[in-house]
């Protein structure tokens, strides 16, 4: 690996690659790398023969009071991550030679640099497609590759490069995550262990849009302000769900995709987190399909249940939970009991106090047999006795006929949020998050993962693909901790990767082998604290979670413990339900 300092030596170097027909891609960096750079570079790998990384903290992105002379720099360190990841060229420019004080030229790309971070950072986007500019005119890759984690610098440089036809070809690699959700970045490392923990906020309220993304994008907007809002330590900049090409604002109901962008600064860092919102019809608000409106105009709003709403056309969770109650012959009490024309209105009421979750899959049972249906508390809602949590009005057999599945979405995700909310109480000041588990009901886990969120807990992993978690049979099967946690550690590419541990002696064998990410599983009390200290004394940073034994009387002496996370299973698989009724 060449480590360069001046853009001859790299026109040099370069010249007899190109003449060779080897493609050349380019990363971009400031240093201080961390795994999510790395994810960088292995995609850069992927697509080219040659791999040039720039290291080069760009003065001209950094405002008047910003981190310029405290940002991480650790080029030693850096160039001993490189090595090993297979790059060939490292471009460390000096700033002096690189952005010189007399420099009369700035990039600027109109209208997209002056929103979000250009209204809060003025200057920063036009100091980044400057500098960026000038590393494509040195370097002259066939590729750049550029992280999501900065995602409107990546609508900025794509929208630079195809208007200057630059003739290089970006490429955007997915944002990497620490275990606990929180977004990579250099900047972590200003922050404080109650900091960090305070800043999960960002990718937690991220998290709760994307599970309940119905395509609403007002309502995904003002949850993530009210989350970011309602953190504590946490100062919101914006907190905005836009266009993904264009990041202009999206509102109203969205069909194509969106992206939810935020800003916070948490003690003296100031943090950026975005994701990605794809309509799937997973969490549908009250909205018909284009023929259940047609027949519920033909009859002139009292369509007749004798003919159920066509199952296939629904959201799979509500067909299936609609497809329990009704066949062909459909709701035959209320056909029998009740007037085809009758109207109705009503509400969903607390019966007891607790927090709202599950409004909008409940509200689509509803509207899926011909009701209008309006949500007044949403997700995340404290309830108190007597409040109404929707209202309804439509015909009494579609009401009537829709009201059991809505309460049994409803009361049990409501009871998931507030048993959630209990818990993460009881652990407030601590600095502990509570996090779900896999323990789910079938078919329901995407439901159940939003209560939590609703009720102020910590999504785990959705699924097997979303992150590597080593338990006792893998130990068993790899033989031994060790081997397994290596094992792991060596296939998981940009994913996190958790070891489960029941012992002192274990946990000293996972963080021997390099675990970063462990969970002590059934660890006494009294064993706890000197578990905590052993990773606490790595020499990575160590996310530590405690399961088993978990219960609201023990879970603050847990908490105290200094854990940074708690695994709950009973959040989703024994929440008692809400007491919940309809009111007409």
Known sequence: MHVLSTAAQVRAALAPLRRAGRTVALVPTMGALHPGHLSLVRLARECADVVVVSIFVNPLQFGPGEDLTAYPRDL?????????????????????????????????????????????????????????????GVVQPDFAVFGEKDYQQLVVLRTMVADLDLGVELLAAPLVREPDGLALSSRNAYLSARERRQALALSAALAEVRVTWDGDADRARSLLASRLRSAPGVRPDYAEVVDPETLAPLHGMVTGPARALVAAGVGRTRLIDNVGL???????????????????????????????????????????????????????????????????????????????????????????????????????????????????????????????????????????????????????????????????????????????????????????????????????????????????????????????????????????????????????????????????AAELAVFVEASGGVSLETVWAIASSGVDAIAVGALTHSAPALDLGLDL
Not at 293 to 305: E, L, T, V
Not at 352 to 374: M, P, Y
């Open 76 to 136: 030693d360190g850096d160039l001993a991550q490189l090595d090993p990841a297979g790059v060939h060229l490292v471009f460390a420019p000096g700033a002096g030679a690189f952005t010189p004080p007399d420099r009369h030229t700035v990039v600027t790309v109109t209208g997209l640099s002056t929103v979000l971070e250009g209204a809060s950072r003025p200057g920063h986007l036009d100091g980044v497609t400057t500098v960026v500019a000038k590393l494509l």
């Open 278 to 536: 794809q309509t799937l019809n997973r969490h549908p608000g009250p909205r018909r399909s284009a023929d259940h409106q047609d027949r519920h105009d033909a009859h002139a709003g009292a369509p007749s249940m004798s003919a159920p709403p066509r199952l296939t056309e629904l959201p799979p969770v509500v067909a299936l939970a609609l497809a329990e109650d009704l066949d062909a012959a459909g709701d035959l009490t209320s056909l029998a009991t009740v007037d085809e024309g009758l109207l109705v209105s009503g509400a969903v009421v607390a019966r007891a106090a607790g927090v709202a979750a599950g409004t909008q899959v409940a509200a689509a049972v509803f509207a899926a047999v011909g009701v209008d249906v309006a949500v007044v508390l949403p997700d995340g809602s404290a309830l108190a006795v007597g409040d109404a949590m929707m209202t309804v009005a439509g015909p009494a057999r579609a009401v009537l006929t829709a009201e059991r599945t809505a309460l049994n979405l409803l009361t049990h995700l409501s009871g998931v949020a507030t048993l959630t909310a209990r818990y993460v109480a009881e652990v407030d000041g601590t600095g502990a998050v509570i996090r779900d588990t896999r323990k789910t009901l079938p078919g329901l886990r995407l439901l159940e993962k939003a209560a939590v969120l609703a009720g102020g807990g910590v999504n785990h992993r959705f699924n097997l693909s979303d992150g590597l978690l080593v338990k006792d049979n893998h130990v068993v099967a790899a033989g031994g901790v060790g081997p397994a946690t290596r094992r792991a550690l060596a296939a998981a590419g940009d994913l996190p990767v958790q070891v489960e541990v029941d012992s002192l002696e274990q946990l000293d064998e996972a963080l021997n082998a390099g675990a970063i990410a462990v969970l002590l599983d059934n660890f006494g009390l009294n064993d706890l604290p000197a578990a905590v200290a052993r990773c606490r």
